[in-house]
């Protein structure tokens, strides 16, 4: 089955401790991205990645990191998480054309981020 | 800068009356649009894109939207509302010509639709 996969689903963790999340996607895209959703802000896109190596800052890309050595995997890292990041985060992916973001993209189930 | 604008939090709409729900949008160049609806704890799901071509477009679950160049508006709409089509829709928007970068997408806040028996 063609997905996107997020781990983990649920987190509650404490201010400062470094922790990962990870997105796999099994369809070969060429295109991933990281976004946040909070309320009333609508979803908003943190990094992304062309392709593999490629990577580039969306509009809320700080306290994040993220690293693209593999087509499949594109993991979110939080370095000294702090209590403003706790949201709900998704992954996502899709095919490109060339440097066209035309196609629609694949979302994880998202990941619910408690930062205390 | 791109954007992306909702003007309505929420919708409520009679089930069998027609729906919309509105979008207007920003950018430099042509834009790509988007639809998506997220279901109560769910991840997005694609409904319908505007790259080129027509600007009615058709989608999934019996929706449709309509590109306005003019008015810079994607409105999507369903001539028949169903109680099952209550969820959260993004309107999104791209632009190869934008101000952002290629890989930049720019989602509106999200219109909560109720559809009531």
């Known amino acids: 089955e063609a997905q996107v996969t997020q781990n983990p689903r649920y987190l509650i963790t404490v201010t400062g401790k470094k922790l990962t999340v990870t997105c796999s996607q099994n369809?070969?895209?060429?295109?991933m991205s990281w976004y946040r959703q909070d309320p009333g802000l609508g979803l908003r896109q943190i990094y992304y990645?062309?392709?593999?190596?490629?990577?580039d800052k969306g509009d809320v890309p700080e306290g994040y990191k993220v690293s693209r050595k593999e087509k499949r995997n594109f993991p979110l890292i939080l370095e000294s998480p702090s209590p403003n990041q706790t949201s709900l985060y998704f992954c996502?992916?899709?095919?490109?054309?060339?440097?066209?973001?035309?196609?629609?993209?694949?979302f994880g189930p998202g990941t619910r981020l408690t930062v205390t | 800068a791109q954007s992306v604008a909702q003007p309505e939090d929420q919708v409520n709409v009679a089930e069998g009356n027609p729906l919309t729900v509105k979008c207007t949008y920003s950018?430099?160049?042509?834009?790509?649009l988007f639809w998506y609806v997220q279901y109560p704890n769910r991840g997005l799901q694609f409904l319908l894109k505007?790259?080129?071509?027509?600007?009615l477009v058709k989608g999934s679950y019996g929706f449709e939207a309509e590109f306005n160049k003019s008015q810079t508006s994607f409105h999507l709409k369903k001539p028949s509302a169903l109680v099952s089509d209550s969820a959260l829709y993004f309107c999104?928007?791209?632009?190869?010509?934008?101000?952002?970068?290629?890989?930049?997408?720019?989602f509106g806040k999200g219109t909560k639709l109720s559809v009531k028996p």
């Open positions: 996502a992916s899709s095919p490109t054309a060339g440097t066209k973001l035309s196609y629609e993209q694949y």
């Open positions: 369809m070969n895209h060429e295109y």
């Open positions: 990645s062309m392709n593999v190596e490629v990577t």
């Open positions: 950018v430099s160049g042509n834009p790509y």
């Open positions: 505007y790259i080129t071509g027509d600007n």
């Open positions: 999104a928007v791209s632009s190869l010509y934008g101000g952002g970068s290629q890989g930049n997408l720019i």
